[in-house]
């Protein structure tokens, strides 16, 4: 099979969350598996200067973007020995900065027409490039248009007859919400623009579009597929997502163990497997406190966070943990994120009044992300609510015990202490509030002190998993043929 793939971040050429891991790995998968991928990213600054090769596929046009004039130039870089290809849309007006959705002032004013811009190069060039595309597989609102494109024949592409198209749900809060004369720059007939399509509330909606016409949808894990056709979680969509049950799963992302093992990761003070955690982690946390000038000390248990400083990712139980706990949980916590200056600035200030409990680096730092996950003894995620979630498949690999509010992804990957004590990895608390995130800090800490047997085994277990793409992978591949199915039944295939 041929697989496209369309997002708007990847490693190593661009990321700023968990799509990223995503979309930079499973073309890898799905080459180990047989099937030929290609990639289309916008060509960041970033990614253009990746150091990776890059090579001129000599396809360039113009495209009008609401009367204007737009050239789009397409670069590639293949990789994995050929079996997959990255292309760059290339347009040093739209993708030639430093960020890739915004500044300090917010998201860039053009974002509407940035990703327009991208979807319809990515219709254009594929064509222009004679790519057979047997599945377009389409990632977040940045893409949403492309489904639409192909379903509604629009710029009557070749490629249409043989293709299928999939959206990947990685978080339906963000859907790409602009003002309704915006549809002029997706080039679509204005019929299009219905409460059943591409209208949301009199505005233009690019997720819903998506949504809308794909031939198949994915999120990324089974309960948050559950939970986003409820009217708590559904953003708004829970209506138009349930009217789509029947071509709709959640299918759990992986973990690249290239890069997530404490085996034989780079950026961590000393390797470790299952049978030298307890040397290798005692050396990483002492690596860690050096690093971040906690005081060094191999009992105290170190608590990590990771994430974006978001309401989403639970900082703002994290902050009132912090504010009213600090003094009596006797931990060391180690924060790295960076976002909202509300929780950073809240969260520095605990730092300069403890410094010997706190250590905190607002910045994004992919080495200081792997030291943490080896050198803390628990990760606490306790998001509001989170479609996945990678970091703590990461922590249960690095043997660092989850401790997370039982939400979606969170849901199906961590199992708890208490309610399933024969499977469990890890600790969560069910209740969104502030008791409920520090009974479950409490246990968590009673059970690293009190009961160090139980506490191997929620390590040993949890590092002995297996959340590696390849059942994963299996699970697109099927979700591929259903939606080629759909797409003939249909009568486009
Ligand atoms: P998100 O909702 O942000 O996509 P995920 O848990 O799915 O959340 O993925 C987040 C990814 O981004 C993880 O690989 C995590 O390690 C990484 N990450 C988030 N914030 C930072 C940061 N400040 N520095 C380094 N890595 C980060």
New binding site residues.
């Given amino acids: 099979m041929h697989i496209v793939m369309a997002a708007s971040e990847a490693v190593p050429f661009a990321k700023t ?3 990223a ?1 995503v979309c930079g790995t499973l073309p890898k998968q799905f080459a180990a598996r047989g099937h030929h991928c290609s990639l289309f990213l916008p060509g960041y600054r970033r990614a253009i200067h990746s150091g990776l090769p890059v090579e001129d596929t000599h396809v360039s046009f113009v495209v009008d973007m609401a009367g204007k004039q737009v050239a789009s130039r397409i670069l590639k870089i293949p990789m994995h020995d050929g079996a997959v290809t990255v292309y760059l849309v290339d347009q040093p007006h739209y993708f030639d900065r430093e960020n890739l959705y915004g500044d300090e002032h917010g998201d860039f004013k053009d974002n509407a027409e940035r990703f327009c811009f991208f979807c319809r190069s990515v219709v254009e060039a594929i064509e222009r490039l004679r790519l057979h595309v047997d599945i377009i597989h389409c990632h977040d609102w940045q893409t949403g248009l492309i489904p639409a494109y192909l379903k509604t024949g629009f710029g009557q592409k070749q490629w249409y007859q043989h293709a299928a198209s999939v959206l990947t749900i990685h ?1 339906l809060a963000y859907q790409g919400r602009y003002w309704s004369h915006d549809m002029n720059l997706t080039a679509m007939d204005w019929k299009y623009f219905n409460w059943q399509q591409m209208e949301f509330f009199g505005d233009l909606n690019l997720l819903k579009t998506g949504i809308a016409f794909s031939d198949f949808i994915t999120t990324v894990s089974p309960s948050y597929a559950r939970e986003i056709q409820t009217p708590e979680h559904g953003c708004g969509l829970d209506g138009l997502l349930r009217s789509k049950q029947a071509k709709l799963a959640g299918i759990v992302n992986g973990v690249d163990y290239n890069l997530w093992d404490p085996r034989h990761d780079k950026n961590i003070a000393q390797n470790y497997g299952f049978e030298t955690w307890k040397e290798g982690k005692a050396l990483c946390k002492l690596d860690l406190q050096t690093k971040l000038g906690l005081p060094v000390d191999p009992n105290v248990p170190v608590i990590g966070l ?3 400083l978001a309401e989403q990712k639970g900082w703002d139980l994290v902050k009132p943990l912090l504010e009213n706990s600090i003094e009596c949980i006797p931990a060391q916590w180690v924060i ?3 976002g909202e200056p509300r929780f950073s600035d809240a969260i520095g200030s605990l730092a300069s009044r403890y410094p010997n409990r706190l250590a905190v680096r607002f ?4 080495p200081l ?1 792997h030291k943490i996950e080896a050198g803390s003894d628990m990760f606490l995620m306790p998001s509001r609510y989170e479609p ?4 703590q498949l990461y922590s249960l690999r690095f043997g660092t015990v989850p401790l997370v509010h039982a939400t979606g992804g969170l849901i199906d990957t961590v199992a708890d202490a208490d309610q399933s004590p024969e499977v469990a990895t890890g600790f969560s608390f069910q209740d969104y509030s502030l008791d409920g995130i520090r009974e479950c800090v409490q246990k968590a800490m009673n059970t690293y002190s009190h009961e160090p047997e139980r506490w191997s085994t929620l390590v040993e277990r949890g590092m002995q998993q297996d959340w590696s793409w390849s059942s994963s992978a299996a699970l697109y591949e099927s979700v591929y043929s259903r939606a080629r199915e759909q797409a003939a039944i249909e009568g486009r295939l």
């Fill in positions: 969350g968990g799509l891991d978080n990771i994430g974006r790295l994120g960076n910045e994004f730092s992919e992300a996945c979630g990678l970091n």
